[in-house]
């Protein structure tokens, strides 16, 4: 079965430069979710999109910026890159509920930014 | 506000041992809860979940949780633990849907797993 796919699976930055990552959900699924998740942190909710539109937001930071494409992929922007943003970011998508499935969130194995 | 909490941030359990790991809740209406499973560098992957109606809910690589309300809790069991079970387990609690369905994550329990 399709799974949620995210790129880059790594990436490495040094501090002020920019980062884009990549999530493409599962097909049919038309909502995707953003989490950081720090070394040895549970994983913090960062921003959510339904149907293109940003449907909620988090601890994101105003540097950070996401959006959802027509075709339901999604991009994080992150700009003025901190030590701090060294963390593991997982894309998660979901049908809505009230479809068979509906609700459940699928993660991708995340995309490992270090930030240098 | 929505929170979750596991009281146990590592256990260690003999091979073919039994498991519960605690999960605690704080919700106002009835929760969606969910057990993830997450092994290290990997992503999370969804053991079961509790929407409605049977409290006793059957999810994969055998695991079972129940969800009581009484005690705002939903515990994850698992009759005989494989090493293969050892990971990191999240409890998670998700928001209304109409607020977004964002998850909010326990701490996480380590499992180790003797031989």
């Known amino acids: 079965a399709a799974g949620v796919i995210q790129s880059p699976r790594h990436l490495i930055k040094e501090k002020r430069e920019t980062a884009t990552l990549k999530c493409y959900p599962i097909?049919?699924?038309?909502?995707v979710y953003w989490y950081q998740q720090g070394p040895g942190q549970d994983p913090q909710f960062l921003i959510s999109?339904?149907?293109?539109?940003?449907?909620d937001k988090g601890s994101i930071p105003d540097r950070f910026s996401a959006q959802q494409f027509s075709d339901y992929h999604s991009e994080l922007n992150m700009s003025s890159l901190e030590l701090g943003d060294s963390a593991l970011y997982f894309c998660a998508s979901s049908l809505p509920l009230g479809l068979a499935g509906g609700g459940e969130q699928y993660f991708g194995p995340g995309t490992r930014l270090t930030v240098t | 506000a929505q929170s979750v909490t596991q009281p146990d941030i590592h256990i260690t359990v003999s091979e073919g041992a039994s498991l519960e790991l605690r999960c605690n809740y704080s919700?106002?209406?009835?929760?969606?809860l969910f057990w993830y499973v997450q092994s290290p560098g990997q992503g999370l992957q969804l053991l079961l979940k509790y929407f409605s109606g049977d409290t006793l809910v059957q999810g994969i690589k055998g695991f079972e949780a129940e969800f009581k309300r009484s005690q705002s809790s939903f515990n994850l069991r698992k009759p005989s633990v494989h090493w293969s079970d050892a990971a990191e387990y999240f409890c998670a609690v998700a928001a209304p849907y109409n607020q977004g369905g964002k998850l909010i994550f326990g701490q996480g329990t380590e499992l180790s797993v003797k031989p």
């Open positions: 999109f339904y149907e293109k539109m940003q449907s």
């Open positions: 919700y106002g209406a009835t929760p969606y």
């Open positions: 097909p049919r699924h038309d909502t």
